[in-house]
């Protein structure tokens, strides 16, 4: 009696989630290569597809084209960044950004977006603690969290501004713009060891799972089933 409700609660499960879970992984972009570009630490074939929180990184010489509804986004190489949906987050390297959709590109803190949702056409290049970008259709805004210091350089030349509080600025197309990223959002915070998972607990929980099929699919008789901790 007590395993037929086990097994009646294991489907009900089943097909409550699966919808769901199907549904959370529906492809979002289309990454294109030919070559050279890795996906969550694989090697990507052409036309792979990409789903948000990805990782994505690009070998010396070769590149990609990440494609989705309305947007197309070039990635150069040697860069790194993470689809996100709705925008990429840049680690180091540059983009190219063709969009209707107000597809973002972030950097830190940092968030460039179109300012308005018409065709616009902009570059982000991510190099040596400072973010260039440049507006080639259209204008785009860049703005950043407050962290109570001075206007950045935008350009090379200028002096930093005496307005503390200002969190956007726009690049008008046809411009080009630099940002100190470490003067915007600080320095780059230090990798947390604690925040990785422990490789025990994922044995523990794989083993975890493994007797729980099993006692799904025999109805708990029988011997136990055999374990990496008991052979």
């Known amino acids: 009696m007590g395993v037929s409700i086990i097994r009646h609660f294991a489907c ?7 919808p769901m879970t199907l549904s959370a992984q529906a492809p979002s972009a289309i990454v294109h290569t030919q070559g050279g570009v890795w996906v969550n630490g694989y090697e990507a074939k052409d036309a792979s597809a990409v789903f948000s929180g990805d990782v994505i990184e690009i070998k010396a010489d070769f590149s990609a084209t990440l494609n989705l509804e309305g947007s197309s986004v070039s990635i150069q190489p040697e860069s790194v960044v993470k689809f996100q949906g709705d925008a990429v987050e840049l680690d180091h390297g540059s983009v190219s950004v063709e969009t209707s959709r107000s597809f973002k590109v972030l950097v830190r803190c940092i968030t460039v977006v179109p300012v308005a ?4 056409q902009y ?12 507006a080639r259709t259209q204008d785009v805004n860049v703005k950043w969290e407050h962290t109570g210091r ?3 350089v935008e350009n090379a030349g ?11 600025g726009s690049v008008h197309q046809g411009e080009q713009k630099k940002y100190d990223e470490s003067q915007l959002c600080g320095l780059p915070p230090r990798p ?9 607990w994922i044995a523990a929980g794989a083993a975890g799972a493994g007797v729980l099929i099993w006692v799904l699919v025999n109805g708990g008789g029988g011997k136990t089933p055999v374990s990496a901790s008991a052979p």
Do not use: H, R
């Open 117 to 120: 949702n018409e065709w616009t």
């Open 12 to 18: 009900w499960l089943m097909i409550v989630v699966t």
């Open 192 to 200: 947390n060891p604690a925040a990785l998972p422990n490789p025990k």
């Open 158 to 168: 200028e002096q930093p501004g005496e307005q503390p509080d200002e969190q956007q």
């Open 123 to 134: 570059d982000v290049v991510d190099s040596n603690g400072s973010v260039q970008v440049s």
């Open 150 to 152: 001075k206007t950045p």
